[in-house]
């Protein structure tokens, strides 16, 4: 078995923070539909922020996987 296999079924997958972050970001932006219409700019300013932040939290990750297991090696783990 390959280490990537072996790795894989320690547990459940880690769910990335960015990932979260980024979904929370439409939360406020739907929450903007419901509302007066003088709440929809601030509503649909703080989606954007959260998503802003998101990917930048996507950003620094990537940088900070390049030196361990980037998303690459595992993609094309069997080429190897």
């Known amino acids: ?3 990537s296999q072996q ?3 320690h547990g459940p997958p ?3 923070r960015w990932v979260l ?3 929370l970001a439409f939360l406020p932006v ?3 539909l419901f509302t007066p219409e003088s709440a929809r700019i601030a509503l ?3 989606g954007g ?3 802003i ?3 930048i939290l996507m950003y620094r990750e990537s940088r900070r996987s390049r030196d361990s297991d980037s998303l690459r090696r595992l993609v094309h783990a069997d080429s190897e």
């Open 14 to 16: 880690k769910t990335e």
């Open 44 to 46: 649909v300013g703080i």
């Open 21 to 23: 972050v980024m979904a």
């Open 1 to 3: 078995m390959s280490q």
């Open 7 to 9: 790795h894989a079924s």
């Open 30 to 32: 739907i929450a903007a």
């Open 49 to 51: 922020l959260t998503f």
């Open 53 to 55: 932040a998101g990917f």
